[in-house]
Nanobody
Framework: VQLQASGGGLVQAGGSLKLSCVDS????????MGWFRQAPGKEREFVAA????????SYADSVDGRFAISREYGKSTVYLQMNSLAPEDTAVYYC?????????????????WGQGTQVTVSS
């Protein structure tokens, strides 16, 4: 598994962005996947997760209803659609592949991590 996140950028509050996470080795189609973020001076926090089939998702309370995680079944690409962005969403966003087909809110559940993509939301 080799993950690369992209799609970050600068957006005004209320705007939208869609992040992508591609596994260049295409070996994570059976792995649960997650998105995490880390703001300056803060610890990394869970954002969203999805199981290998895409049938089970979970979200942090802070993004529930605004963000949507998805994946194409049988493929090694995961997306994070982010709507109604707010300045507090500013962070580096990381995708991660789990050790198993399930996903989790716990960062220790994940074995592989991408390099991160910066999301900046201006007020």
């Amino acid at each position: 598994v080799q993950l690369q996140a992209s799609g970050g950028g600068l957006v005004q509050a209320g705007g939208s962005l869609k992040l992508s996470c591609v596994d260049s080795r295409r070996t994570s189609s059976n792995n649960g996947m997650g998105w995490f973020r880390q703001a300056p001076g803060k610890e990394r926090e869970f954002v969203a997760a999805i199981d290998w089939r895409g049938g089970s998702t979970s979200y942090a309370d802070s993004v529930d209803g605004r963000f949507a995680i998805s994946r194409e079944y049988g493929k090694s690409t995961v997306y994070l659609q982010m709507n109604s962005l707010a300045p507090e969403d500013t962070a580096v966003y990381y995708c991660a592949a789990a050790r198993t087909s399930a996903a989790s809110k716990d960062a220790t559940w994940y074995r592989y991590w991408g390099q991160g993509t910066q999301v900046t939301v201006s007020s």
